[in-house]
């Protein structure tokens, strides 16, 4: 069976490509436009864009570790 | 006057459901649309003030009273119920529309009460007719996810009533008023108020119960009983500092738990919790831009939302599957479905272009207003997490991820109407916002499109995709529940209980040992002296009879001459 469009390698890559250029761009766009931050922080250079991805590599890591405790069978309560 | 503001909108929908058993296909669909589209046109007839009163015991009741919120959240709430009575004309059992409707008409009687014992009565209501919606899914794990749903909202209905019948004692007064939390009564009606939020300790009934409806059940479950709890918290306990916290751990529980869940509508389920949580954190900061972002934010959460579980409902209709790990690849045969669910998930990450955009956006700008630095950045974590757990996971898993080898068409065409009519509106409202700026309860004075919003918005999001993408190994789905606080009355409290039983029963027995044992020695002694052989029961010879009579007077001789 053909693979669809989306799903080939070729694809992906070039999704790949475009995607960080994309991210190269909004960060580009952080320089012109002056940011006018309310606590400082917040008005420095890609403030969001380092926050939101250090963040949620964070709370991927929280749910992991978090997971590993509370994770159980899915049919764990079947027996109710 | 005409009269016609006198009709309270929702007992029109409640009037109209009681009914609908008697009539016939045609007209059923008449009324399914055609009763919101109604109670719609009366919520726009309620004038500012009561105008409807009864006189009930000493207390003036006002089961009909308006102003800008209650109408905007009654507007809200008949789009809703039209929408979603589109989305379920083909496969909703009768008792289902007519749960539905009930449940619709119930909120709009909350959102319409002036007194907190109309309030109660809508409110019992709406938890009848919603654990009716779950048990209309006719299936074993919803009738016990319905009964658990309805006993967990019994004791909320209980820690409220307790409240109001408090609150009137203290204060003379049923009118629904702001409140202050100076007193127990007030403090067990902000508790009542909090359960149907979702709200810790016991959120967990939210992503046990509503998964477990039918496909438009849950459509219309996600809607009503926690925006209503918004609605009241909205209008009773404006600025309460705790709401603050309480919103901020909705916010991480239901993306971490949403993070860690692998059935497309649990998923959802536990963003409801999130997003409630933004809410919640809103009314907690109780500025009028912080009120106005929650009151937007329920607004239009109500119909994203909507619109993400018309998305999952109509997989599950078509394929008959939940999991994430059985689904993947539908992007193929529903292009519809997955650009619809797309436009939600994208809404609920608060897009710009999109209507979360519009309204979550006030939030985090009233706590820079307000100065409140960890909030505020906790608000941007909870931006971007709401992007990773809902925004790309939800789509990712369901449409693409891996190609599952199902080929399942879009759903039909009464289903696909309610989706593109609800995308249309997450796309309209997140474009032109002022319409709904214009109902808030306050003079909007707030601007969403500016460039640095837009840019600082697109930064957070976009690299928070890339952190999913990067992180994805981490992300594998597994065939796995997470246990949440109803472990302690789904399975700590019964395996006690049966315990308890069980050590009650050796208990029991033990102690009916002993007694019988006792019963049996006293039998045996009794049997040995005077039983057919007992000594006392034996049959004497005459003879020995004799010697004994002569032994005894011999004796009686013997002593009378002494």
């Known amino acids: 069976m053909k693979q669809p469009w989306l799903m080939r390698p070729a694809t992906i890559r070039s999704l790949w490509i475009g995607f960080v250029l994309v991210l190269g761009l909004i960060l580009l766009a952080g320089l012109l436009v002056p940011a006018h931050g309310y606590f400082g922080l917040d008005g420095s250079f890609a403030f969001n864009a380092w926050y939101g991805f250090l963040t949620c590599v964070g709370m991927i890591l929280a749910a992991k570790a978090l997971g590993y405790f509370l994770k159980r069978r899915d049919s764990y309560y079947d027996r109710d | ?562």
Not at chain 2, 51 to 79: C, K
Not at chain 2, 378 to 406: E, M, N, R, T, Y
């Open chain 2, 1 to 562: 006057m005409t009269g016609i503001e006198l009709v309270p909108p929702g007992l029109v929908l409640i009037a109209g459901a009681v009914l609908l058993p008697l009539c016939g296909p045609r007209l059923r669909v008449l009324a399914v649309l055609g009763l919101p589209l109604i109670a719609l046109a009366l919520v726009w007839q309620v004038p500012d003030g009561a105008s409807l009163r009864l006189a009930f015991l000493d207390y003036q009741l006002e089961p009909v009273r308006g102003d800008r919120l209650s109408r905007l959240f009654g507007t809200v709430f008949a789009v809703m119920a039209f929408g979603g009575g589109l989305f379920a004309l083909n496969h909703a059992r009768r008792v289902e529309l007519v749960a539905a409707l009930v449940y619709a008409g119930g909120a709009l009687g909350v959102c319409f009460s002036g007194d907190l014992l109309s309030l109660f009565v809508f409110w019992e209501v709406m938890a009848l007719a919603s654990t009716l919606l779950v048990w209309s899914a006719m299936t074993d794990r919803a009738q016990h996810a319905g009964l658990r749903y309805l006993l967990v909202h019994l004791f909320g209905g209980v820690l409220l009533m307790v409240g109001i019948v408090g609150h009137v004692s203290d204060t003379g007064s049923v009118a629904f008023t702001a409140m202050a939390l100076d007193s127990p009564a007030h403090w067990l009606m902000l508790a009542g108020f909090l359960l149907n939020a979702g709200a810790p300790p016991l959120s967990a009934w939210l992503p046990d119960a509503y998964p477990e409806a039918s496909p438009a059940g849950m459509v219309f479950l996600s809607a009503f009983t926690t925006k209503i709890a918004v609605y009241v918290l909205l209008r009773g306990f404006p600025g309460a500092d705790i709401l603050v916290y309480i919103g901020l751990y909705m916010i991480f529980y239901g993306i971490l738990y949403a993070l860690l869940e692998n059935d497309m509508r649990r998923i959802l389920a536990y963003s409801i919790v999130n997003q409630v949580g933004f809410m919640v954190c809103g009314i907690g900061i109780g500025t009028e831009m912080a009120l106005n972002g929650a009151a937007a934010h329920a607004f239009t959460h109500i119909i994203y939302k909507a619109l993400l579980l018309m998305s999952a409902g109509s997989v599950l209709y078509m394929t008959g599957r939940r999991k994430c790990t059985d689904l993947g690849g539908l992007f193929q045969s529903m292009p519809l479905t997955t650009v619809c669910g797309i436009i939600g998930a994208l809404s609920i990450s608060a897009f710009p272009l999109t209507s979360g955009f519009v309204s979550k956006s006030m939030i985090s700008q009233a706590a820079a207003h307000q100065e409140l630095l960890a909030v505020w950045l906790l608000l941007a974590v909870a931006s971007a997490g709401v992007f990773l757990h809902a925004g790309i996971k939800f789509p990712w898993f369901v449409f693409f991820q891996k190609d599952s080898g199902l080929r399942p068409p879009d759903p039909p065409l009464n289903m696909r109407l309610a989706m593109i009519l609800f995308a249309f509106f997450c796309i309209a409202l997140g474009v032109w916002p002022a319409p709904l700026y214009a109902l808030l309860p306050f003079p909007v004075d707030y601007v969403p499109y500016t460039w640095a919003h837009v840019i600082d918005a697109l930064q957070l999001l976009l690299f928070s995709g890339l952190a999913f993408f990067i992180m994805l190994p981490y992300m594998r789905r597994t065939l796995t529940v997470t246990l949440d606080t109803d472990w302690v009355y789904r399975r700590l409290a019964p395996r006690a209980l049966g315990r308890l039983g069980s050590l009650a029963a050796r208990l029991d027995a033990g102690l009916r040992r002993a007694v019988l044992r006792r019963i049996d020695t006293a039998i045996d002694t009794l049997f040995r002296y005077h039983g057919p052989r007992g000594i006392l029961a034996r049959t004497w010879a005459t003879g020995s009879m004799v010697l004994w009579v002569v032994i005894l007077l011999g004796i009686y001789l013997v002593a009378y001459y002494y």
